[in-house]
């Protein structure tokens, strides 16, 4: 009896420690302190839990108080999905913006620098970079969070971007494997699925996960993506093949295997997240990610128990349970070597450098430079403008929260500058952008045109009454640019809005 109920104990504190729920609210709940006390190894954060560096350090801090090696991980990916910088937009462009830029020294510093960040508040898991490659520009969730729809880029400066990361003490976590960038849907919402060949996997999806594995990712995090040609019965996050055949055995990883959230729709609605989650394991994932829409201890009870029932039931060995804890406390220990490796705030190698890295601080704000293209002959701007913003629902990976543009930065350049924001439920918005705009000129600032129809024919009729026009485009840019400039930010993130500004305004 004794051995069982030390089996027992063990077996739960393993179901705990392979869980990286949420929680609510910008202190930690009591019920989250108390299972990190009972072996709880991860806790994930969310814009909803952050408000300033100083609050996101005493959260980080409280929670150290419980388990010093507790991992603390994100999901900052900087340009649209940010979650440090959620009320106000990032300082630094996302992956479409650096693969634009094409210069992986800067995608290095740029991440380091934002780990450093990071680590400062005490954050010590990034669930990014997105290693997908953007090959379907349909794709409603990828998108600007590639570094591109070109294979090799992709891999060159996934690599960079974990190298610099994990050069300021925070494990990366590489994503979506093996591959989103192919997709139509989004699997918040439901079951993609990528309909191509092996060899089109093997030379496209997969090789920016072979960089991110040489580069030496700590952790990779799995897609809830249907792909015929590895499974035809379930999505990567469940496979065997396609976990531990595939990423596991033909290419060699060795570190932690991350779900992506398995409230998520392409799981949550097709299997349930307790069954979901215990399919998971023993496909050959060692942590579960909950807690972007799910994030309560009832949650974190339910799939603890599910687990430690699987496990009993023998549906889920307990050797693969405790490999995969085993594997999460790893990472743990890894984070802790890492941050007494990383100097000490304050140590900077030279003026002008942020703390211990000889990274500028700025470094964001120089990248979204970079990557502003401007093309067409019109003049600059030089007194107050109209801008026209085309609003269209974020997907829940960007969410509505963030703001995005370049109004604000504009009025501050031009005072005087007036704002509005246009949606397909607007009635005839080039007229009324007109009316707004009177004798100033307008600036029309759009995010994906090519995937709203209504957006590309409000900017054509309002072309057509006002050729002089300025066009932002902060999403994909369009083969053929509109109006008499046209400028690509490659990224909705604050400093690309601040570089649009600079950039329409510049003599």
């Not at 077996?11 to 930690?28: H, I, K, S, W, Y």
């Not at 591959?179 to 309909?195: E, K, Q």
Request: glycine share 10%; hydrophobic share 45%; proline share 5%.
């Amino acid at each position: 009896m004794t051995t069982l109920v030390s089996t027992t104990d063990t077996v739960t504190r393993d179901a705990l420690a392979v869980l990286q729920p949420g929680f609510t609210g910008t202190t930690a709940p009591d019920w989250l302190l108390r299972r990190v006390g009972e072996g709880l190894a991860s806790v994930g954060l969310f814009g909803r839990n952050i408000t300033s560096p100083e609050q996101l350090t005493a959260l980080t801090a409280r929670l150290r108080a419980e388990r010093d090696d507790v991992l603390v991980a994100i999901d900052e990916e900087g340009g649209d999905v940010t979650r440090l910088e959620v009320t106000h937009g990032s300082s630094f462009p996302g992956n479409f913006a650096l693969g634009s830029v094409d210069d992986v020294h800067l995608t290095r510093a740029v991440a380091q620098e934002l780990g450093r960040r990071l680590a400062e508040c005490g954050v010590n898991l990034n669930w990014a970079p997105s290693a997908d490659v953007n090959s379907n520009p349909g794709n409603p969730v990828i998108g600007v969070r590639s570094f591109g729809a070109d294979t090799r880029l992709a891999a060159r400066h996934t690599a960079a971007y974990i190298e610099g990361l994990q050069a300021a003490g925070v494990a990366a976590c590489t994503k979506h494997f093996p591959g989103h960038g192919d997709t139509a849907v989004d699997s918040h919402l439901a079951m993609p699925r990528i309909d191509v060949d092996l060899d089109t996997l093997h030379a496209r999806e997969l090789v920016p996960f072979r960089a991110a594995i040489a580069a030496g990712s700590k952790s990779v995090m799995s897609a809830h993506i249907l792909l015929p040609a590895l499974d035809p019965d379930r999505p990567a996050t469940l496979s065997p093949q396609i976990l531990t055949g595939l990423l596991r055995q033909e290419l060699g990883y060795d570190g932690l295997i991350v779900t992506d959230a398995v409230e998520m729709d392409a799981i949550a609605g097709t299997y349930g997240i307790e069954r979901g989650s215990v399919l998971a394991l023993a496909a050959g994932a060692d942590a579960i990610c909950v807690g972007g829409g799910l994030a309560d201890e009832e949650t974190v009870l339910r799939l603890r128990d599910a687990l430690v029932a699987a496990v009993r039931s023998g549906e889920l060995t307990e050797e693969r349970l405790a490999d995969a804890a085993a594997r999460v406390r790893a990472l743990a220990s890894w984070t802790q070597r890492a941050r007494g490796d990383v100097p000490e705030p304050g140590a900077a190698v030279q003026e002008g450098t942020a703390p211990g890295t000889g990274v500028s601080p700025d470094i964001g704000l120089i990248a979204a430079r970079r990557a502003v293209r401007v093309t067409g002959s019109g003049d600059r701007l030089t007194e107050p403008a109209y801008v026209a913003s085309f609003g269209a629902e974020a997907n829940i990976a960007v969410g509505d929260e963030t703001p995005w543009g370049i109004a604000a930065e504009l009025e501050r350049i031009l005072p005087g500058t007036g704002t509005d924001t246009y949606t397909e439920e607007s009635t005839a918005p080039a007229d009324a952008i007109l009316a707004a705009a009177g004798e100033r000129r307008v600036v029309a600032v759009v995010r994906d045109e090519h995937r709203h129809a209504w957006m590309g024919a409000a900017l054509d009729a309002l072309l057509t009454a006002r050729p002089d026009t300025v066009v932002v485009e902060m999403g994909l840019p369009q083969s053929t640019p509109r109006g008499s400039l046209y400028l690509a930010t490659h990224g909705a993130a604050r400093v690309c809005g601040v570089a649009a500004a600079e950039a329409l305004t510049r003599a």
